[in-house]
T-cell receptor, first 111, second 108 residues
Framework: AQRVTQPEKLLSVFKGAPVELKCNYS??????LFWYVQYSRQRLQLLLR??SRESIKGFTADLNKGETSFHLKKPFAQEEDSAMYYC?????????????FGTGTRLTIIP | EPEVTQTPSHQVTQMGQEVILRCVPI?????FYWYRQILGQKVEFLVS????????KSEIFDDQFSVERPDGSNFTLKIRSTKLEDSAMYFC??????FGQGTRLTVV
């Protein structure tokens, strides 16, 4: 069975400092990895997916299959980055795209 | 941008009562999902729905739960006889990219 681990429940970073939110996964096949963000009182939003290799809001994440990791990074934190961040793994099965989530990391940017 | 809409935003119910949570997914999507998040815990998959049938369900999705899409628009999650431990945020999703804002269910 697949599993996603986010070791940090809480992370506080000063504004302007680099951010790294850790995510590790376990799955025997080739998964798809995602990062979701949830701002205060808002819905879960898709932030990044590994297959698109994009940078959204300054965030990037690289899939490291050797370390089974998909850490989320941003070089310079901004106050508006404060939110809950969830790493998720998707195993596609004939179109069924069920997600397995990590427990989430609450990121707080200190002004 | 298309949006998934859930109603109500908050539902309080007595233990043993039936509740129906409603979702309007994105119309041209094919797969729909329900997830739940108990306070302080992770988001957990409940069920996926395709072509008017359950495609996959988790261990959590026992006989007390059911889903249907009665009118081709609304996608509902019914809990037949609620328990205290059903208290959680329930999220509807339309593909992996679109989540509803959630319904907070409180069972008292």
């Amino acid at each position: 069975a697949q599993r996603v681990t986010q070791p940090e429940k809480l992370l506080s970073v000063f504004k302007g400092a680099p951010v790294e939110l850790k995510c590790n996964y376990s799955y025997s096949g080739s998964p798809e990895l995602f990062w979701y963000v949830q701002y205060s009182r808002q819905r879960l939003q898709l932030l990044l997916r590994h297959i698109s290799r994009e940078s959204i809001k300054g965030f990037t994440a690289d899939l490291n299959k050797g370390e089974t990791s998909f850490h989320l990074k941003k070089p310079f934190a901004q106050e508006e980055d404060s939110a809950m961040y969830y790493c998720a793994l998707r195993v596609s099965n004939f179109g069924n795209e069920k997600l397995t989530f990590g427990t989430g990391t609450r990121l707080t940017i200190i002004p | 941008e298309p949006e998934v809409t859930q109603t109500p935003s908050h539902q309080v119910t007595q233990m043993g009562q039936e509740v129906i949570l409603r979702c309007v997914p994105i119309s041209n999507h094919l797969y729909f999902y329900w997830y739940r998040q108990i306070l302080g815990q992770k988001v957990e998959f409940l069920v996926s729905f395709y072509n008017n049938e359950i495609s996959e369900k988790s261990e959590i999705f026992d006989d007390q739960f059911s889903v249907e899409r009665p009118d081709g628009s609304n996608f509902t999650l019914k809990i037949r006889s609620t328990k205290l431990e059903d208290s959680a945020m329930y999220f509807c999703a339309s593909s992996s990219a679109f989540f509803g804002q959630g319904t907070r269910l409180t069972v008292v």
